[in-house]
């Protein structure tokens, strides 16, 4: 299953090991692939893997089992979350691959792809002897097994022959699901949890002075994609105008606790192509009041229907109500449409039958799958919603084809330019993820999205 949410993600990167990972500074690094080669064209892999991997069934991994598993991926079987069914096929689903030997592999691809590794790193490798048992059988070879799970528990246990991390787990961790915020700050003053994730910065400010503060900056990108296949949205200046006349800092304040910090584009700073030189549209509805004048002279009525959830993000409601109100302020009379049913909702989004404006998140941790799925338009990926630029497309397409990493960035950030001017979105923030953590607690390993802060309380 393809997936983003960080809950489930906690679990699956205990378990399972995937060909490469990310070390904290964003590079790829071996995990159960030794070594990789690519050619010039960024369409043939050769993968070398470690020969010394064992699966928690006493398994030992061979190419076959890395094979079995990304065709698997590709399979009509393998569902998805929230409409991303059909996203690792879209990428893969034509390549083709050769076993040379027991521990070497090669993949050929019909199209160019320089960043292969970004789809590589999220789809794990089981045995493929288990593969006909799914979804009933969690066999990785992680540093930890499953020993159990309920509705609202998973028990992980130590696996003591796992190679493929820095260091051993030994002790074992019990997972458990709180869906209240209070609840789970109160397990962790009272002794009852050594970690709890997903604090609002609110919360995070009330840790005991027993416990340690962690946060780093999240890859999700919180935004509202714009129509800009028909109505309004199909006006440059006036989806520059959305941009200047919406108080970001306003928003974070008021939905995030100050717990989030600006967009400059499509991308956030941890992600490969983002440029980090692009300034963020500034609150400015001055300037918002005079494009949407120039767009009533040509004829818009001044109307906009926005689409919002009720929930992913959570705090869409009031982002609906903060945004109507800076909308109203120059000019714009916004109607909000709210949907309860979120996975309908992605597949109204997927079937680009929104409005005008709809709020939605991004959260690949991958420049070439946020791009390629909502930015391109020879593409028209499952998210895009009608934004076209050819110069953007070629770019894009430069890059797939771009081997090495330093020119592949600049490409990437020369589009990064266009694709902020364009304002295909109405770029909002990135969140803040808070956590709590006893300090008692043994060493705390997090998987990297970027460099972890953390802030030991006084």
Sequence with gaps: MCSDFKDRLNIYTAIFDTLVRRDLHGTFVPQLAESWEVSDSGRHWRFSLRPDVTFHNEEGMTAEDVVANLKRACSPEV??????????????????????????????????????????????ILPKSVLGDMPDVFVGSGPYRLGGYSADSVLLEPFLECVTREASAEEPITIKAEPDE????????????????????????????????????????????????AGPGTDKALRQALNYAVNVDRLIQQARGGGALPLNGPLTPLHFGCDPRVRPYSYDP?????????????????????????TLPDESPLLGQLIQEDLAAVGLEVTLHHFDDRPAYAHMVKAKEIH????????????????????????????????SNPEVN?????????????ERQAVYREAYGMMHDD????????????????????????????????????
């Design 394 to 406: 070629k770019l894009l397409d430069q890059a797939a084809a771009t081997i090495d990493d330093k």
């Design 356 to 387: 005008d404006v709809c709020c939605f998140d991004s959260s690949p941790l991958s420049t070439y799958r946020v791009l390629r799925e909502k930015v391109n338009s020879d593409v028209a990926g499952p998210w895009w919603q009608g934004y």
């Design 423 to 458: 304002a295909p979105w109405i770029f909002l923030y990135r969140p803040i993820n808070f956590f709590g953590v006893a300090l008692e607690c043994p060493d705390v390993q997090i998987s990297p999205e970027g460099i972890l802060r953390f802030e030991e309380r006084e």
């Design 286 to 310: 001055d300037k918002a009041r005079e494009l949407v004048a120039q767009a009533k002279a040509a004829g818009f009525d001044g109307k906009l229907a926005i689409d919002i959830p009720m």
């Design 182 to 229: 209070q609840k789970r700050l109160d397990a962790l003053n009272n002794g009852e949890a050594q970690l709890v994730t997903n604090l609002s910065a609110q919360m995070a400010g009330q840790l005991a002075s027993v416990d340690m503060e962690l946060s780093h900056e999240s890859n999700l990108c919180v935004a509202f994609l714009i129509n800009c296949s």
């Design 79 to 124: 569902g998805g979350e929230l409409g991303t069914e059909g996203v690792w096929a879209s990428y893969l689903g034509e390549a083709t691959y050769t076993i040379v030997d027991d521990f070497t592999f090669e993949m050929q691809l019909t199209q160019p792809m320089a960043d292969l590794c970004e789809l590589l790193m999220a789809i794990p």
